[in-house]
DNA sequence: ATCCCGAACCAATTTGCAAGTGGTTCGGTG
DNA sequence: CACCGAACCACTTGCAAATTGGTTCGGGAT
């Protein structure tokens, strides 16, 4: 007998056995199967004709397993960082930038529909506050304390809490350089009409509008930081400040022209 | 002049002895103090004398400490409430449907415009596997596992982050029930339709198309929750029970079958 | 009486270790 | 050559002990 896979003698059997089983509903409500140990003495076979059986149906998608934790039914549960640390160092500026387009926008909708007078009061405020900064550092606080404002006042919590992540990320020293230079000369004065309009818009409850203003700003921002990062500096060049976003935003930048 | 605070005995003594520790960089490069017990024999002082003069230093901001951790120099590191269990507390379902409904649009168009072949041949594979999952623990993971991949081929990892946050906020089990009753029926159907058109729009590009159909479908599954959250005890587990006329009190109206 | 110290206990965290699991290699057996 | 059993490695989990800040209590010095 000329047998054409030579290592599918006993696995074979094995994968038959092992789809009986899962089929068989005996593991029906379980998510996760013996050990490969208790499992192979219980078909009958040995550990390693089991493993290539597992093998296959991992490749499947019936199955997964990790070493230590064990053997379990269904689709392999996606891994997610939610550490902020860890998340900064596999992120850049332009994305977050892309992330802040998504949000932002909503946020100032959601605003303009759900914002109350004292949220736009302080909203008038703040914007006094940005426009009369005369510093980067004020500047920069002021801003941001102005764009959380406003997703306060959208009402949603988890959007909030979202827009807080971002903007934590957003604020990491390593991009501290970056921003103030995206941030410095004529621009800041753009950005301040850019705010009022925005503030305007919530007040007077134009959603649309709102929404409108914020993107349009937004997209200046983003404007701003590709001019500073892609053609930047003669001078003042500090190299560990640099070395990690741009890394980072080059391998990127491949994928966006893609 | 009379002492006016009677607790300053000694506890000044340690304040002085443990501002000259920190002052004559001891512990210039350390993070971290010794344990209180070490430190108020090291002083030579009592440990209750220590601890007053602790407070002191951590109301100034020099130092922070925390139960089991240790005492710390330097300013209290900021907390992150981007714990999935404080914010599961404060939000709830519609609220996370709101944010998918603002986020997952903007994935899908994303991933119209950057998703792989690879992408795309996964997203198919996945479809057939949610269109054939019978059971409904099968249907939600490998719903979950197809919105993750349009998720992951939008490219850009951190609104990859800010899916998974909303997703496992999603997945509490608090709102299992929910989910289940949301699910169920004829609607699953529609679902997969709706998941088809999505892929099909990813994989031919068409990037606005993309995004109306991920709202349009996103847009469903929020008035599919908000009539099982308004409508409450659908009572369909067997036509016999549906009969008995015990729920007279609820004037909402029976669903018929659509 | 007041204040301080030492000791003990409580609560949160870290650390170390053992058990369990998948991943791998080895020698033995037919 | 295919298969098996065994042993070992790598990783994860769970638990108990040790560590540490937070607190309370009694004794003693002033």
């Known amino acids: 007998m000329s047998n054409p896979d030579p290592s599918a003698d006993s696995s074979n059997l094995a994968l038959g056995r092992l789809r009986a089983l899962l089929d068989d509903s005996s593991f029906e409500g379980e998510q996760r199967l013996p050990p490969e140990r208790v499992l192979a003495a219980q078909i009958g076979i040995g550990r390693r004709a089991l493993r290539r059986a597992l093998e296959v149906l991992e490749a499947e998608g019936r199955i997964w397993r990790h070493q230590g934790k064990g053997t379990f039914l269904g689709p392999r549960p996606a891994h997610s960082p939610?550490?902020?640390?860890e998340l900064t160092k596999r992120t850049h500026p332009l994305e977050v930038m892309d992330v802040r387009l998504e949000i932002e926008p909503a946020l100032a909708r959601l605003a303009a529909v759900r914002a109350t007078n004292g949220d736009i009061e302080r909203l008038l405020r703040l914007a006094e506050k940005t426009a009369s900064s005369s510093d980067a550092d004020g500047r920069e606080l002021w801003d941001s304390a102005l764009h959380r404002t406003i997703a306060e006042a959208a009402g949603n919590s988890l959007?909030?809490?979202?827009?807080?992540?971002?903007?934590?990320?957003?604020?990491?020293?390593?991009?501290?350089?970056?921003?103030?230079?995206a941030r410095s000369g004529e621009r800041q004065?753009?950005?301040?009409?850019?705010?009022?309009?925005?503030?305007?818009?919530?007040?007077?409850?134009?959603?649309?509008?709102?929404?409108?203003?914020?993107?349009?700003?937004?997209?200046?921002?983003?404007?701003?930081?590709?001019?500073?990062?892609?053609?930047?500096?003669?001078?003042?060049?500090?190299?560990?400040?640099?070395?990690?976003p741009v890394t980072a935003s080059t391998k990127k930048e491949i994928r966006h022209g893609t």
Do not use: C, N
């Open 82 to 85: 939610t550490s902020l640390e």
């Open 189 to 244: 004065q753009i950005y301040v009409e850019q705010h009022r309009r925005v503030i305007a818009a919530i007040a007077q409850r134009e959603a649309h509008a709102a929404e409108h203003a914020m993107r349009e700003h937004l997209e200046l921002v983003r404007e701003g930081l590709l001019k500073v990062m892609t053609a930047p500096l003669p001078d003042q060049v500090d190299g560990q400040m640099l070395k990690a």
């Open 159 to 181: 959007l909030l809490a979202i827009f807080d992540m971002v903007d934590r990320i957003r604020q990491d020293t390593t991009w501290r350089l970056l921003r103030e230079r």
